[in-house]
């Protein structure tokens, strides 16, 4: 199956900085999604993002489908941007399930 | 608040017994996922629905799980014989999806925490 490579696996920022999250794919992809997963467990839809690029305040996305990779981009990071982002992409081919990577674990200090 | 919800939040449970969770989808959305995430790990798929039928199932499922989604609604996932290795967040998405576009974008909720003792 479709393989996802996050990285890096953690990052530690001071409040203010910006940040670049990598998400690398093994093969053509029919959907993206970045979330950001809370410390309850909730995960927050980030970006639907295929292809293309996408700006939603503070936060961005790009995804080249055709080199097969994403990045995330995160402005003037605030302490409430703590927390695990997880790319996930669906394939189709049967497996219709989103398949994660393992996540960064972003901790942002005041 | 129109969102995907689960119910319960938290379960815990004697290994052994046998444990039920619900998930109540976006109610125009036609798909329902259950996914499984342990400790460190990204979420891993279960199994999903198109409207009331079952359509894909993952190797992760064994035997001891069952999924229904009876009329195309809601949907039960349950687990006999629990084993500790159970232990996890169980994860419920939906999605409003089909044809060549795949699978559309799925919202979560927010999971049902089981721990086996």
């Known amino acids: 199956g479709i393989q996802v490579e996050q990285s890096p696996p953690d990052l530690i920022l001071q409040e203010g900085a910006n940040s670049t999250l990598r998400c690398n794919f093994s093969d053509s992809v029919n959907n993206l999604q970045w979330f950001h997963q809370n410390p309850w467990g909730q995960l927050i839809n980030l970006f639907y993002i295929p292809s293309g690029t996408k700006q939603n305040g503070r936060l961005s996305a790009t995804t080249v489908a055709t080199e097969r990779y994403s990045l995330l981009y995160i402005s003037s990071s605030q302490t409430t941007d703590s927390g695990v982002y997880f790319c996930?992409?669906?394939?189709?081919?049967?497996?219709?399930?989103?398949?994660f990577g393992k996540g960064t674990h972003l901790i942002i200090q005041p | 608040d129109t969102g995907v919800s689960q119910d319960p939040r938290h379960k815990i449970t004697k290994r052994g017994q046998n444990v039920t969770f619900r998930c109540d989808p976006i109610?125009?959305?036609?798909?329902l996922y259950w996914y499984r995430q342990t400790l460190g790990q990204g979420p891993e798929f279960l199994t999903y629905?198109?409207?009331?039928?079952?359509?894909?199932k993952s190797r992760l499922l064994s035997d001891r799980f069952s999924a229904e989604r009876p009329k195309g609604s809601f949907s039960t996932l349950e687990i006999q014989r629990t084993e500790q290795g159970d232990s996890a967040m169980y994860l419920c998405?939906?999605?409003?999806?089909?044809?060549?576009?795949?699978?559309?974008?799925?919202?979560f909720g927010p999971g049902t925490r089981l721990t086996v003792l």
């Open positions: 998405a939906s999605s409003l999806g089909g044809g060549a576009s795949g699978s559309g974008e799925q919202f």
């Open positions: 629905f198109q409207n009331e039928a079952q359509l894909e």
């Open positions: 996930a992409v669906y394939s189709g081919g049967g497996a219709d399930g989103l398949t």
């Open positions: 109610s125009e959305h036609n798909r």
